[in-house]
């Protein structure tokens, strides 16, 4: 286990100075479930707490759309523009692709110029994780500003006729700016954490390089997420409650003086009991996975921009994070809230200004690919040398063909 606790050792502190979040729209309830699986809403309610979850509808809705979305919105909450971003960070376990990372996809949608990206696999720790490396990151002077998004499509991996496991998850992206400040607050202390024994507890067994893609992985369901649920149970009540406790101590404060809690939307079974085994009323943890199910890494800042949303945060607030997931991993995360609600900071026509900025930043993407396709055109394969020469053959040919096309039409 790494702990992490040295906020303010240079002056700099790492606070959260913009969120945002993204579901699909389209809305898939227990009772259009039991269509589907042998299941009732009454057994998906009373075992796990979920009564609804958000799908990706069609192929134009996918981990990177999600993902842009909610990081969108965290730039606009924190007045940052996209090219001031040191680093993006995307956990997730639902990828775009092997490579290129996810990471990268987002920095070119934001139009994020100057940052560097990588993807993090953590399972549903993965938010923790990626804001545990944003605040080193920032607490050290590496970087001052870093977007951390959890984004998943689940359901993309789920398999729709196991009744075990395709009533739990569901879509999203959840998004935070980690920001350097001089004043106590923000990131506070970390915990890390994974025991890789029980790798096989929570597992998508074929497409990585052990088990390559085949008709054999294929018929035989390799490329759906697998579980055993009891197991997962037992691990996350007994790591949720310890992470919670260790972390709240190396940020130096008692569990009592906690405003809120947001842990991992599993399960609220797992939820209340971690709330009785740290001894914490049940109203300060955030619950909201009657609605979206368990989103893996999005999950936590999904939870995060509701409860902003809510007003349940305020500067000076002390509050937890804490998750679980494949790995098996738990992280926890120790914050002192320090920004008042975004309505209060920014007009409407400052808004309208930064969304502005934030898509004509987002339009580069496709300029450094006209640049790129206009490079080769005029280039080919053969390299720098004589470009005016290789510009002069290009233009030849193109008249020429052009010549011949006209002379062929009379
Ligand atoms: N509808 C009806 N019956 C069901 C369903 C369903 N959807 N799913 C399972 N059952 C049945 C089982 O077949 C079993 O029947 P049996 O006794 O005849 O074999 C019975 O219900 C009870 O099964 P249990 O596994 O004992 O049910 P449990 O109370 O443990 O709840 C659950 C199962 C909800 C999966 C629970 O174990 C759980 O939440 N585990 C943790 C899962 C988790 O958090 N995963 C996320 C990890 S994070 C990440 O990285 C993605």
């Known amino acids: 286990m790494t702990a992490h606790a040295n906020a303010g050792a240079n002056g700099r502190y790492a606070q959260i100075t913009g969120w945002g979040s993204c579901v699909p729209d389209k809305v898939l309830t227990n009772e259009a479930l039991a269509s589907i699986v042998d299941t009732t809403d009454e057994w998906i309610v009373s075992r796990t707490g979920i009564r609804e979850r958000h799908v990706v509808a069609g192929e134009r809705e996918t981990t990177a759309t999600l993902a842009a979305r909610a990081g969108r919105d965290a730039l606009l909450v924190a007045g940052l523009p996209p090219a001031e971003l040191d680093l993006v960070i995307v956990a997730t376990a639902t990828p775009e692709y092997a490579f290129p990372s996810t990471a990268s996809l987002i920095q070119d949608a934001l139009g994020a110029s100057s940052a560097g990206a990588f993807d993090l696999s953590a399972g549903c720790s993965g938010f923790i994780y990626g804001l545990s490396m944003a605040s080193a990151a920032v607490q050290s002077g590496s970087a001052d500003h ?134 914490v009323p049940l109203d300060r943890f955030f619950v909201n996975v009657d609605r979206y199910g368990n989103t893996s890494a999005a999950s936590i800042p999904i939870a995060l921009t509701e409860a902003v949303a809510q007003g349940r945060l305020h500067p000076g607030d002390k509050l937890v994070l804490v998750g679980f997931g494949a790995g098996l991993t738990w992280a926890g995360a120790a914050v002192e809230w320090g920004m008042p609600p975004p309505a209060t900071t920014r007009t409407s026509l400052r808004r309208f200004l930064a969304r502005l900025g934030i898509l004509l930043a987002g339009n580069r993407s496709w300029l450094r690919q006209s640049e790129r396709h206009v490079y080769n055109w005029i280039m080919g394969p053969v390299g720098k040398e004589d470009w005016r020469g290789r510009l002069r053959q290009r233009v030849d040919a193109w008249r020429d063909r052009t010549r011949r096309r006209l002379a062929g039409r009379k």
């Open 146 to 279: 870093v977007l951390v998004i959890g984004a998943e499509t689940l359901s993309r991996i789920t398999d729709w006729t196991d009744r075990n496991t395709c009533v739990l998850f569901g879509d999203g992206a959840g998004a935070v700016i980690v920001s350097a400040c001089t004043e106590r607050c923000g990131v506070l202390a970390t915990e890390l954490g994974s025991d890789g024994s029980g790798g096989d507890l929570l597992i998508l067994p074929a497409g990585g390089s052990r088990r390559p893609a085949s008709l054999e992985t294929v018929s035989n369901g390799g490329h759906y997420l697998k579980m055993n649920g009891r197991e997962v149970f037992r691990f996350a009540t007994t790591v949720m409650p310890r992470a919670a406790e260790s972390v709240t101590r190396k940020a130096g404060w008692e569990i009592a003086d906690v405003s809120l809690v947001i842990p991992h939307q599993a399960n609220v079974r797992i939820i209340e009991s971690a709330a009785k085994r740290l001894n």
